[in-house]
């Protein structure tokens, strides 16, 4: 994608609402906005649409947000750009969309910190049953233990050898603190009994990056952001932490096929927007978005990255979003995380 030009992105930025503060009241204490004041289903949308994705460029969320905004261009009949806010572990990206005008026009491309966060930070500014309509599921993914080449271990086995040798200062990076990579790499190190020394990054590319560059030893992230630098051999894949292997990664084996069945941990990704906008247009947008996403060079592409194609109604997505955000507590509070 072609840079933009530093008086764009001047104007780009002051256009964007300010971030707010993660100790603000619940979104949902807002003042509603009016029905009558939403473009008329038959116009709309009356002009561009913005996916708001919670990761730097480079993550699995952001490569989903990108393939998602190309993909409903066209349908849609306006221009759909994605917009990078990182930072406080995506709740910077969750209190802005919660906040934003339910009008259609901006939406969320949400994973699972969305329904951790809430039992992993003191203050949060949102709620994620109440502030947000959901639209589709899109994809899940597992999550994939890589490491530097550098680093001795070609297997689990050898990773956990290591990491009791180094005494809790082998590396482990994920895509943020919160982050599905972030406890996952918990419940890996209690399986395993090793302790490790978190690194959170913002977002699963900058991590892959490093940890390419060889500056931490290893990191736990969705498949679909390390995929390419494992096939091209830059950095090793120890496990996946799917019940299955990965048909993009067919000979790297499963944390559970390696002793520890029962062990998984898969990420969830889709599309939300605000609570309170119009249900003629979440129609429309789950019609699209499940159109335009089962189109094969879609699919296909997805697919090849890592990722599984998720079907569903909003009602579905709704129940899931539901159920996560119930089951994170408990395994919040028994991993120990905590992020004031």
Request: charge should be neutral.
């Amino acid at each position: 994608m072609r840079d933009l030009s530093r008086r764009r992105l001047l104007a780009l930025a002051a256009a964007l609402p300010a971030p707010l503060a993660l100790g603000a009241a619940p979104a949902a204490a807002r003042p509603a906005f009016a029905q009558g004041e939403a473009p008329a289903p038959g116009v709309w949308p009356d002009r561009s649409l913005r996916v708001i994705v919670p990761v730097a460029p480079g993550g699995s969320l952001d490569i989903l947000g990108r393939t998602a905004a190309k993909a409903l261009t066209g349908p849609l009949g306006q221009p759909v750009v994605v917009e990078n806010h990182t930072g406080a572990g995506s709740n910077i990206a969750f209190d802005l969309v919660a906040r934003a005008k339910p009008d259609g026009l901006t939406l969320l491309v949400g994973s699972d910190p969305l329904t951790i966060n809430p039992a992993l930070y003191a203050k949060i500014g949102f709620d994620p049953v109440r502030d947000f309509a959901p639209i589709a599921e899109l994809v899940r993914a597992p999550q994939v233990l890589v490491v530097k080449n550098a680093l001795e271990a070609k297997d689990l086995r050898e990773y956990r050898r290591l990491a009791l040798e180094a005494g809790g200062t082998t590396t482990l990076a994920s895509q943020g603190n919160g982050s599905i990579g972030h406890l996952g790499g918990i419940l890996l190190g209690q399986a395993l009994g090793i302790q490790t020394t978190h690194v959170p990054y913002r977002g699963g590319g900058p991590a892959v990056v490093d940890l390419v560059a060889g500056h931490i030893d290893s990191l736990l992230v969705t498949l679909p952001a390390a995929i390419e630098f494992i096939r091209e051999g830059r950095i090793r894949a120890l496990a996946v932490t799917g019940a299955e292997r990965s048909p993009a990664l067919p000979n790297v084996p499963t944390v559970a096929e390696l002793g520890h069945p029962g062990f998984e941990v898969v990420t969830w990704q889709g599309l939300l927007a605000p609570a309170g906008t119009p249900e003629p247009i979440l129609t429309r947008l789950h019609a699209e978005t499940r159109t335009a996403m089962a189109k094969p060079e879609v699919a296909d592409n997805l697919r090849a990255q890592g990722f599984e194609m998720a079907t569903g109604s909003r009602e579905e997505f709704a129940a899931l979003i539901r159920a996560e955000a119930a089951r994170w507590p408990a395994i919040v509070k028994a991993s120990g995380a905590r992020v004031d």
